[in-house]
């Protein structure tokens, strides 16, 4: 891909992987592409239609319409091929159903499952689901970006990948500001997955000038987002959850 | 003590029934609605929530209970209220209505006994209708 001829990206060598994804919402969408611009096949289950169209008219990916936790749908959308399943439906009860269904009767090797309650996560760990997404520390994230514009959200955290989301806006005293990707001393394993510009999504490649205002989601491993936030927006992050 | 989370038609005849054979009997439900309709005969523990909230549970005493019944409409919601009981909660019988029935099988696996009152419900029709031929 350009992005990696061009920036300083490194990811390892993965092999394109099927990754099932069950639920479209605003967590679905964003993973959805992360997953495609990180070069894997992607499908998605989602219950709402109009959910649904929006995704199949940004993404080249197949959408299918309905309830994820059904076993029949799941087998029609190649659940048995799936390398990987991730549930990030509104609701606690059905992401644990869907990672269940994956793991013990599709024998899919990883699932990931969103949880907003954090007490679940207990039972999810014993019910076999390999890694959680947990929107509440994400939240409380989101509420410290609001109180200090400058920080970086940790938009998503796959505990168990070690891969970590994360958000940041340029304003004009931004180190990265006027500067193109490809030249950013970006820490290794690290991947810029889109610019919102202006109201549009770009998808970035190295070639690609920041600008002030733009807001950057981007993609690293754990323990790099200080200072991937640092090559970007300058100042040092505060500590992280 | 037997609890039952979600006391619409089918869990409010069982808790009338459990309890008219003199049976400790404690409900959960979300809809207070649920609740008042029921609270007109029923003289048990009565608490509004979600059964897969362990918060919920405790409060409805499932840590004592010999057996706790989720019978929502919920499937998915029944499965988890199950698996909290069961295995955190470390309730001895734990019944859940389930109507798929791939997962019928995989929850049964888990330790749980699967009712599957509309599957059941139609196949009893179907029988009594080509009982006497059509």
Redesign the interface.
């Known amino acids: 891909m350009e992005r990696r001829a061009g920036g300083r990206v490194q990811l390892e060598k993965d092999l394109v992987v099927y990754i099932l994804v069950v639920g479209g919402g605003k967590i679905g969408y964003h993973l959805v592409r992360t997953l495609l611009a990180e070069g894997h096949e992607v499908s998605v289950i989602e219950k709402d239609l109009r959910v649904c169209e929006q995704i199949a008219d940004h993404f080249d990916v197949m959408v299918q319409t309905g309830d994820g936790?059904?076993?029949?749908l799941l087998a029609e959308a190649g659940c048995n091929r799936a390398d990987c399943v991730v549930s990030v439906a509104g609701?606690?009860?059905?992401n644990?159903?869907v990672c269940?269904?994956a793991k013990?009767?599709f024998k899919v090797n990883r699932t990931i499952a969103r949880i907003n309650?954090p007490?679940?996560e207990?039972?999810f760990r014993?019910?076999g689901v390999d890694a959680l997404i947990n929107v509440t520390a994400a939240v409380a994230n989101m509420i410290d970006q609001e109180i200090n514009p400058k920080s970086m959200v940790h938009y998503l955290t796959m505990q168990h990948g070690h891969l970590i989301m994360v958000e940041a806006t340029l304003s004009a005293d931004s180190p990265s500001v006027g500067r193109a990707i490809a030249g950013l001393e970006l820490p290794p394993e690290t991947i810029l997955v889109s610019i919102l510009r202006q109201g549009s999504v770009q998808v970035p490649t190295g070639n690609t000038v920041l600008m002030e205002g733009d807001e950057i989601i981007a993609v690293t491993r754990s323990g790099h987002q200080t200072e991937v936030k640092h090559v970007l927006i300058g100042e040092k992050a505060p500590a992280t959850r | 003590m037997i609890v039952i989370f979600g006391v619409g038609q089918m869990g409010s005849h069982l808790a009338l029934q459990l309890e008219g054979e003199g049976q400790e009997v404690g409900v959960i439900d979300p809809d207070r609605h649920n609740l008042e309709n029921l609270g007109q005969e029923f003289k048990g523990l009565m608490v509004m929530g979600l059964g897969i909230d362990r918060d919920v549970l405790t409060r409805a005493r499932v840590r004592e209970a010999s057996c706790f019944v989720a019978v929502s409409r919920d499937p998915n919601t029944n499965v988890m209220a199950a698996l909290v009981a069961k295995t955190q909660l470390k309730v001895p019988r734990v019944i859940a209505r389930i109507e798929d029935p791939v997962l019928v099988d995989l929850y049964r696996r888990h330790g749980i006994e699967p009712i599957s009152p509309t599957a059941d419900a139609a196949r009893e029709i179907g029988d009594m209708i080509l009982s006497r031929g059509c």
């Open positions: 936790t059904s076993p029949r609701r606690d009860q059905d644990l159903v269940q269904i013990e009767i309650d007490r679940n207990e039972l014993s019910m």
